[in-house]
Nanobody, 126 residues
C-alpha cells in the first residue's frame, strides 16, 4: 500500500515563506520512477494544479499563479518531494495535496496521478 504524508503546513503572513514536504512509503512504491505533483484546494473551489516534477527532476511544471514564487524539488533516496513557497499571498490559502503518478512525467491533470496524500493546511494572512 502506498502512503503519501504531507507535513509543514501552517499559518504565515502575506509576503512570508513556508515549505511543505511529502514523504512516500509503501513496499511497492518505486518513488524514483514516479512523477510527483502538488495540488491545492481552497474552500468552495475545485482542486487545482500547483507544480509537478518528473522522476529525475529533469522536467518541472508550475501553474502560472505560482511561477517565480514556488519551487518544487525532490530527494529520491529520501522518497520525499518538497514545495518551497515564497512571497505568499492570501489567495495561496488552501489545503495542499501531494500526488504521485506512475508515469515518469506528469502534468497538471489530476487524473494523471494515482496516489494522493491527505493534505496539509496552508493559511496566509493579509
Amino acid at each position: 500500500q502506498v502512503q503519501l504524508v504531507e507535513s509543514g503546513g501552517g499559518l504565515v503572513q502575506a509576503g512570508g515563506s513556508l515549505s511543505v514536504s511529502c514523504a512516500a512509503s509503501g513496499r511497492t512504491f518505486s518513488f524514483s520512477d514516479y512523477a510527483m505533483g502538488w495540488f491545492r484546494q481552497a474552500p468552495g473551489k475545485e482542486r487545482e494544479f500547483v507544480a509537478s516534477i518528473s522522476w529525475n527532476g529533469g522536467r518541472i511544471y508550475y501553474a502560472d499563479s505560482v511561477k517565480g514564487r514556488f519551487t518544487i524539488s525532490r530527494d529520491n533516496p529520501k522518497k520525499t518531494v518538497y514545495l518551497q513557497m515564497n512571497s505568499l499571498k492570501p489567495e495561496d490559502t488552501a489545503v495542499y495535496y501531494c500526488a504521485g503518478s506512475t508515469k515518469l512525467v506528469a502534468g497538471r491533470v489530476p487524473s494523471e496521478y494515482n496516489f494522493w496524500g491527505q493534505g496539509t493546511q496552508v493559511t496566509v494572512s493579509a
